[in-house]
């Protein structure tokens, strides 16, 4: 066969056609079409790139020793420098192998800091004196795929259009024989004087280094895939006028004085290369972009996922909606897809790792497991900390490699070695990249999957808090929350009804109620509640107690109707035999208890919490730390009450109670204290109460920190203690500070929130600025008309509210309106002799009072006076007041 028909049948076997081998070469067809012709023979430099594609030797591609044409020196550009003859060293030599790529996109800022780095470098020499080569290097780092190569052919064409160098040089170093190779390419094309007919490898490289550290012209190397960099050194010239870039995997480099990281493409960036790369930028409809932006998310926005992404979309016309479809069916058919790569990429992301993965295998077996245990990780905040207190639940081997930190960190190395991995010091995090993750995952079977997806949900259990509702816990409850997220899928794909995982749901669940995330919070404490339920009936405790933390959740959220249904259900769990002496019966009580207390029910509020303290004193005796909870709501329900003096004996009991079991400041002593302080604020003992407010002010920022919506109640109460006192500055800066605490912390939508715009209407109305204080009153009952189940009672109180600005403003028609209202929604939900009732009547007779409609107001106060002396007694100070109005009205009548 003719020589020169041996790389056409070699091509052949490939199965590519002339042009795939001229984007790999980075030249033309042409000059492919030459070469197989006989017309024209590669450069050194093809040949070499040649030899490595095929794995062949010049002789069985049918190639001369000697290159007859120039093309291998000469920049695939209009404008760029001369080809180089031989036997002229002044003429430039150019060997960067690829074209520019037409799709390169970003990485503007990178490419900037690189060149900024060289000038600097190149300003702070010396006049005359010969810098150090070494001391001009950098490296560009990452994962394989990541775009390094790209950046450095990149920044080769824009140094070229910039004309900053004169000569422009390219090594291969995957290999010890591909850099020998390259030198070997690049000694041939100096003058002939210089290396004359010498064939001693060796010789030929050391010919080049000394060339390249006495040239007096500007060069640029870039040593591409420079992974170990040991290997390399010894190849590189250790002074001389130019600049080198490496590009490598390897995370450390401590040879290079400065080296870029590069991570994942901007979100921005993706999007305009895939519709870029696709060829689909002009014509993409805003839907189709949007799509395309979804795919890059998929993708994770890796460049060579991407680029491989684009491929498939041109060559098969689909849209990027089916691409994603079928990507998220057939990841890895899609990621080990080759493609017609016109962006010098060899390989398909897959097959792009294979190799490091392999020489990981052989080096640290242990750190492929930890790349299996990782690929069912949350990405980017892997605690170091799991892999250590996890280790019970890994396989041996990696159960030893995280043993010590010394072989653990003998583990990370090998994976760092290909930024395999990212590490976090500062933090003790690890990172891996979404696409790293995908190709372990596809590569295990459904066996395997499953054993790890346990393993990490049972190590997850053992590292997060048990007491997740306690502040101190709660630093290490935010950082192990992502991993708890990716359990929680875990959970649900692998179907996993584990004690351990229902029990990891409802502590992160707690955590998350306790930080106002009650959203998210009630989807994990629901999914542990369908866990549990299978069970219920061969173990009722453990489903009453969950049912009792989610009424506790729709609690704090303000969805009363939840709240109530659910505590139902887990006291009807409470009354089996077996249950009734747990003490989780008492907590479902008192969190029942708390809930009438909350929509003013304070008779069955009160029947609860007095059953909750007898079952705690005859349970586990009157010193029973726990006492403290029912002691405490009990007494809010005699402040509403106006029994301050029984509500001061409670509030004393528990406090003390408290004090022979915690520090004086503990988080839980404020409890009492602040009941206590409102309390005081009801009885006109001003100074102590306010003393109180900033104590328990002072303990919960030092425990929960000053933007909890703990904080922003003892501000709440301040204000109200303020408004009182007639210090109605201090009052609405109070208000105000709590009500911003509670928009960021709760939400706009908040039951909490419409309190603190009811009290600043209130303060506001005071102060006879009745625009603002209507605003304000309108804020707050739009947010309790929208609660969901909202209790009528709640928004009957800003109701009467709105009657009495009206009726202070003789706006007697709106007045009259809301009015009305009121007394159909107290009738409703507090009965016909209910003191709410009484209020509302007590006011309507004011308002009439006003109106001159003598008879009608003393009809009103008549039938107010009557229920307030059977629920409240007569020598309560709202009887005797709505009394002592009914005298007002009548004298004047007497006197005539």
Same mark, same amino acid.
């Given at each position: 066969?003719?020589?020169?028909?041996?790389?056409?049948?070699?091509?052949?076997?490939?199965?590519?056609?002339?042009?795939?081998?001229?984007?790999?070469?980075?030249?033309?067809?042409?000059?492919?079409?030459?070469?197989?012709?006989?017309?024209?023979?590669?450069?050194?430099?093809?040949?070499?790139?040649?030899?490595?594609?095929?794995?062949?030797?010049?002789?069985?591609?049918?190639?001369?020793?000697?290159?007859?044409?120039?093309?291998?020196?000469?920049?695939?550009?209009?404008?760029?420098?001369?080809?180089?003859?031989?036997?002229?060293?002044?003429?430039?030599?150019?060997?960067?192998?690829?074209?520019?790529?037409?799709?390169?996109?970003?990485?503007?800022?990178?490419?900037?800091?690189?060149?900024?780095?060289?000038?600097?470098?190149?300003?702070?020499?010396?006049?005359?004196?010969?810098?150090?080569?070494?001391?001009?290097?950098?490296?560009?780092?990452?994962?394989?795929?990541?775009?390094?190569?790209?950046?450095?052919?990149?920044?080769?064409?824009?140094?070229?259009?910039?004309?900053?160098?004169?000569?422009?040089?390219?090594?291969?170093?995957?290999?010890?024989?591909?850099?020998?190779?390259?030198?070997?390419?690049?000694?041939?094309?100096?003058?002939?004087?210089?290396?004359?007919?010498?064939?001693?490898?060796?010789?030929?490289?050391?010919?080049?280094?000394?060339?390249?550290?006495?040239?007096?012209?500007?060069?640029?190397?870039?040593?591409?895939?420079?992974?170990?960099?040991?290997?390399?050194?010894?190849?590189?010239?250790?002074?001389?006028?130019?600049?080198?870039?490496?590009?490598?995997?390897?995370?450390?480099?401590?040879?290079?004085?400065?080296?870029?990281?590069?991570?994942?493409?901007?979100? +921005?960036? !993706?999007?305009?290369? /895939?519709? @870029?790369?696709?060829?689909? %930028?002009? #014509?993409? =409809?805003?839907?189709?972009?949007?799509?395309?932006?979804?795919?890059?998310?998929?993708?994770?926005?890796?460049?060579?996922?991407?680029?491989?992404?684009?491929?498939?979309?041109?060559?098969?016309?689909?849209?990027?909606?089916?691409?994603?479809?079928?990507?998220?069916?057939?990841?890895?058919?899609?990621?080990?897809?080759?493609?017609?790569?016109?962006?010098?990429?060899?390989?398909?992301?897959?097959?792009?790792?294979?190799?490091?993965?392999?020489?990981?295998?052989?080096?640290?077996?242990?750190?492929?497991?930890?790349?299996?245990?990782?690929?069912?990780?949350?990405?980017?905040?892997?605690?170091?900390?799991?892999?250590?207190?996890?280790?019970?639940?890994?396989?041996?081997?990696?159960?030893?490699? +995280?043993? !010590?930190?010394?072989? /653990?960190? @003998?583990?990370?190395?090998? %994976?760092? #070695?290909? =930024?395999?991995?990212?590490?976090?010091?500062?933090?003790?995090?690890?990172?891996?990249?979404?696409?790293?993750?995908?190709?372990?995952?596809?590569?295990?079977?459904?066996?395997?999957?499953?054993?790890?997806?346990?393993?990490?949900?049972?190590?997850?259990?053992?590292?997060?808090?048990?007491?997740?509702?306690?502040?101190?816990?709660?630093?290490?409850?935010?950082?192990?929350?992502?991993?708890?997220?990716?359990?929680?899928?875990?959970?649900?794909?692998?179907?996993?009804?584990?004690?351990?995982?229902?029990?990891?749901?409802?502590?992160?669940?707690?955590?998350?109620?306790?930080?106002?995330?009650?959203?998210?919070?009630?989807?994990?404490?629901?999914?542990?509640?369908?866990?549990?339920?299978?069970?219920?009936? !061969?173990?009722?405790? /453990?489903?009453?107690?969950?049912?009792?933390?989610?009424?506790?959740?729709?609690?704090?959220?303000?969805?009363?109707?939840?709240?109530?249904?659910?505590?139902?259900?887990?006291?009807?769990?409470?009354?089996?035999?077996?249950?009734?002496?747990?003490?989780?019966?008492?907590?479902?009580?008192?969190?029942?208890?708390?809930?009438?207390?909350?929509?003013?029910?304070?008779?069955?509020?009160?029947?609860?919490?007095?059953?909750?303290?007898?079952?705690?004193?005859?349970?586990?005796?009157?010193?029973?730390?726990?006492?403290?909870?029912?002691?405490?709501?009990?007494?809010?329900?005699?402040?509403?009450?106006?029994?301050?003096?029984?509500?001061?004996?409670?509030?004393?009991?528990?406090?003390?109670?408290?004090?022979?079991?915690?520090?004086?400041?503990?988080?839980?002593?404020?409890?009492?204290?602040?009941? /206590?302080?409102?309390?005081?604020?009801?009885?006109?003992?001003?100074?102590?109460?306010?003393?109180?407010?900033?104590?328990?002010?002072?303990?919960?920022?030092?425990?929960?920190?000053?933007?909890?919506?703990?904080?922003?109640?003892?501000?709440?109460?301040?204000?109200?203690?303020?408004?009182?006192?007639?210090?109605?500055?201090?009052?609405?800066?109070?208000?105000?500070?709590?009500?911003?605490?509670?928009?960021?912390?709760?939400?706009?939508?908040?039951?909490?929130?419409?309190?603190?715009?009811?009290?600043?209407?209130?303060?506001?109305?005071?102060?006879?600025?009745?625009?603002?204080?209507?605003?304000?009153?309108?804020?707050?009952?739009?947010?309790?008309?929208?609660?969901?189940?909202?209790?009528?009672?709640?928004?009957?109180?800003?109701?009467?509210?709105?009657?009495?600005?009206?009726?202070?403003?003789?706006?007697?028609?709106?007045?009259?309106?809301?009015?009305?209202?009121?007394?159909?929604?107290?009738?409703?939900?507090?009965?016909?002799?209910?003191?709410?009732?009484?209020?509302?009547?007590?006011?309507?007779?004011?308002?009439?009072?006003?109106?001159?409609?003598?008879?009608?107001?003393?009809?009103?106060?008549?039938?107010?006076?009557?229920?307030?002396?059977?629920?409240?007694?007569?020598?309560?100070?709202?009887?005797?007041?709505?009394?002592?109005?009914?005298?007002?009205?009548?004298?004047?009548?007497?006197?005539?």
């Amino acid at each position: 066969m003719p020589k020169n028909m041996l790389l056409r049948q070699q091509r052949m076997l490939h199965n590519w056609r002339q042009q795939d081998l001229a984007d790999q070469l980075g030249t033309t067809v042409i000059t492919i079409q030459r070469w197989e012709r006989g017309t024209q023979q590669p450069s050194a430099y093809y040949r070499v790139k040649l030899c490595e594609i095929f794995e062949l030797g010049v002789g069985e591609l049918g190639l001369d020793e000697q290159a007859e044409d120039g093309t291998a020196t000469t920049p695939p550009s209009g404008d760029t420098p001369a080809a180089v003859a031989p036997s002229s060293v002044e003429r430039p030599l150019w060997t960067i192998p690829y074209a520019r790529n037409p799709h390169f996109t970003g990485r503007d800022s990178l490419l900037g800091q690189i060149a900024q780095q060289f000038f600097s470098a190149e300003a702070a020499q010396p006049v005359g004196l010969r810098r150090v080569a070494l001391t001009q290097a950098q490296a560009i780092k990452g994962l394989g795929g990541i775009g390094k190569t790209q950046i450095a052919i990149e920044y080769a064409y824009r140094a070229l259009e910039q004309k900053r160098y004169t000569h422009t040089l390219w090594i291969s170093a995957a290999s010890e024989e591909s850099i020998q190779a390259s030198f070997v390419a690049l000694a041939r094309l100096l003058p002939g004087d210089l290396v004359a007919d010498e064939k001693d490898q060796q010789k030929l490289i050391a010919a080049v280094k000394r060339w390249l550290e006495e040239c007096q012209h500007p060069w640029l190397l870039i040593v591409d895939n420079a992974d170990d960099l040991a290997l390399v050194q010894p190849f590189l010239p250790v002074r001389g006028k130019g600049d080198m870039l490496l590009t490598t995997r390897a995370n450390a480099v401590g040879m290079i004085p400065l080296s870029f990281a590069i991570d994942m493409m901007g979100l +921005v960036e !993706s999007t305009h290369f /895939l519709l @870029q790369r696709a060829r689909r %930028l002009e #014509s993409a =409809s805003p839907e189709e972009a949007d799509e395309a932006t979804n795919v890059a998310i998929e993708l994770g926005q890796f460049p060579l996922a991407l680029d491989q992404a684009a491929a498939y979309i041109e060559e098969t016309g689909c849209s990027f909606h089916d691409y994603r479809l079928l990507y998220q069916q057939h990841r890895s058919r899609l990621l080990a897809r080759r493609g017609r790569q016109v962006a010098g990429y060899h390989d398909p992301v897959a097959t792009t790792w294979s190799l490091s993965l392999q020489k990981v295998k052989q080096t640290n077996p242990a750190a492929i497991m930890l790349l299996e245990l990782c690929a069912f990780t949350a990405p980017d905040t892997i605690p170091e900390e799991l892999l250590e207190q996890g280790a019970p639940y890994w396989p041996p081997l990696l159960g030893q490699a +995280v043993a !010590s930190r010394f072989t /653990l960190n @003998q583990m990370l190395e090998a %994976l760092l #070695s290909f =930024s395999l991995i990212k590490r976090l010091t500062e933090d003790n995090l690890l990172s891996i990249h979404r696409l790293v993750q995908v190709v372990h995952l596809e590569g295990m079977q459904p066996v395997e999957q499953r054993q790890w997806a346990q393993r990490l949900v049972l190590a997850m259990h053992a590292v997060f808090p048990e007491h997740a509702d306690q502040p101190e816990n709660w630093s290490l409850c935010q950082r192990y929350l992502d991993q708890v997220q990716a359990c929680d899928r875990l959970i649900q794909d692998y179907q996993f009804l584990l004690p351990e995982a229902a029990d990891l749901l409802s502590r992160a669940g707690t955590y998350l109620q306790e930080r106002a995330v009650y959203a998210q919070a009630e989807t994990l404490q629901q999914r542990a509640l369908r866990i549990w339920q299978p069970s219920q009936e !061969s173990n009722p405790l /453990l489903a009453a107690r969950q049912l009792a933390r989610l009424a506790k959740l729709y609690h704090n959220w303000g969805k009363y109707g939840q709240c109530e249904q659910f505590y139902q259900q887990a006291l009807s769990l409470y009354e089996r035999p077996e249950l009734r002496d747990d003490s989780g019966v008492a907590d479902a009580m008192r969190g029942l208890a708390n809930l009438y207390n909350n929509q003013g029910k304070d008779v069955q509020a009160e029947a609860l919490y007095l059953r909750a303290i007898d079952f705690y004193e005859q349970r586990f005796g009157p010193q029973y730390r726990d006492l403290s909870f029912p002691l405490n709501g009990l007494a809010y329900v005699y402040v509403e009450q106006r029994k301050y003096a029984r509500a001061e004996a409670l509030c004393l009991r528990s406090a003390d109670l408290l004090k022979q079991h915690l520090e004086p400041d503990s988080l839980a002593i404020a409890n009492p204290l602040i009941i /206590l302080a409102v309390t005081y604020v009801e009885m006109g003992r001003y100074g102590e109460a306010e003393q109180i407010l900033l104590q328990v002010r002072s303990i919960r920022e030092k425990h929960l920190g000053s933007e909890h919506f703990n904080v922003a109640f003892v501000w709440h109460e301040l204000a109200k203690l303020y408004q009182k006192q007639g210090k109605y500055e201090d009052a609405e800066h109070c208000y105000q500070r709590a009500l911003k605490i509670r928009e960021q912390q709760l939400g706009p939508d908040h039951r909490q929130v419409s309190d603190s715009f009811h009290r600043l209407g209130i303060l506001y109305r005071e102060q006879q600025r009745y625009v603002q204080a209507e605003e304000c009153f309108r804020r707050s009952l739009r947010i309790r008309e929208q609660l969901q189940n909202h209790d009528q009672f709640l928004v009957s109180d800003v109701i009467i509210d709105l009657a009495i600005l009206y009726a202070e403003q003789r706006r007697d028609e709106e007045a009259e309106r809301y009015f009305q209202q009121l007394l159909y929604l107290r009738e409703q939900v507090a009965g016909l002799e209910d003191e709410r009732l009484a209020e509302a009547l007590y006011h309507l007779a004011r308002f009439r009072q006003a109106q001159g409609r003598i008879q009608q107001a003393t009809e009103l106060y008549q039938r107010a006076l009557r229920i307030q002396q059977r629920t409240l007694g007569a020598d309560n100070p709202l009887t005797m007041a709505t009394a002592q109005s009914m005298q007002e009205l009548a004298q004047p009548a007497k006197l005539l």
